[in-house]
């Protein structure tokens, strides 16, 4: 007998979340490996958004530089402006000898695809490793953040299907509402205050609220963001990888859009 997707989706969450929490927590290669897989199979999933519409984004050229872009950012071997400029020489060079239709198209997506995911999955690495003089903490904020934004999506979908009236992008997601969206950033700025309680005792009170608002506003654009790729292909969910949620560019949508915006705050406003 085959499981109600609602149990399947229950099941998955309890055996992946402690997966991920874990990895934050102990950070080093074990949160490096976490969001190289984002990255690569964020980049996967995307890839088959644009060849839905004809268009041919580099695949080994795009995880080679989506793993060299997570990888500088863990262990710092290239200056990123160097790296930047490399990957762009190799990527344009290999298109020329592609002989695919639609070059532009091609290198569009293919430089997209690299500097969306792997650009926006590099900060999260850079956020786990800010806090040189006390290790734990950037184990502490991902955690955090990833708590918030579950909260955000639980809140806005609950808050949504009971007081929705208002449309918040028809044109993108016809289901979400302005009143799922403004409980969406409620409760994410709950859950920062919450985290602060219990964990985030190194950070300001302003900053956890401001973190939330991040989480809130931000994280939920980046969700819109991917709907809008997803609409575009005409697909309903990135993969169906993960049994009963989809792919993982659908999980982590959210975190990595969040994931620059929460870097530039810890980097230029604590």
């Not at 992946?16 to 969001?35: D, K, M, N, R, T």
């Not at 863990?74 to 639609?102: D, H, K, R």
């Not at 850079?126 to 040189?132: A, D, K, P």
């Not at 918040?168 to 859950?191: C, M, Q, T, Y």
Request: proline letters at 2%.
């Amino acid at each position: 007998m085959s499981l109600g997707n609602t149990t399947t989706r229950i099941i998955v969450s309890v055996v992946a979340i402690p997966v991920i929490v874990l990895s934050c927590y102990f950070g080093g290669y074990y949160f490096y490996a976490f969001v190289l897989g984002i990255g690569l199979i964020s980049y996967f999933e995307f890839r088959s958004f644009v060849k839905k519409k004809e268009i041919n984004a580099n695949f080994l050229a795009g995880i080679t530089a989506i793993a060299a872009i997570i990888t500088n950012s863990f262990i710092n071997f290239i200056e990123l402006y160097y790296l930047i400029l490399i990957l762009i020489l190799i990527i344009t060079i290999v298109e020329l000898f592609s002989n695919l239709s639609s070059p532009i198209l091609n290198l569009g997506a293919t430089l997209l695809g690299i500097f969306y995911i792997g650009g926006f999955a590099s900060a999260l690495i850079v956020i786990r490793e800010f806090y040189r003089y006390d290790y734990t903490y950037g184990g502490f904020l991902i955690i955090s953040l990833l708590a918030s934004i579950w909260v955000c999506d639980s809140a806005a979908f609950f808050g949504g299907t009971a007081l929705g009236k208002h449309k918040l992008f028809p044109r993108v997601s016809p289901n979400k509402s302005w009143e799922g969206a403004i409980f969406g950033l409620i409760f994410a700025v709950a859950a920062m205050l919450a985290a602060k309680a219990v964990l985030l005792d190194f950070l300001a009170w302003v900053d956890v609220i401001l973190l939330g608002m991040i989480v809130g506003i931000i994280g939920q654009t980046g969700d819109l963001i991917e709907s809008l790729f997803k609409r575009d292909a005409d697909v309903k969910d990135s993969s169906q990888i993960i049994p009963g949620h989809g792919g993982v560019f659908d999980r982590f949508d959210s975190l990595l859009y969040t994931a620059p915006a929460v870097l530039l705050y810890l980097k230029y406003f604590t």
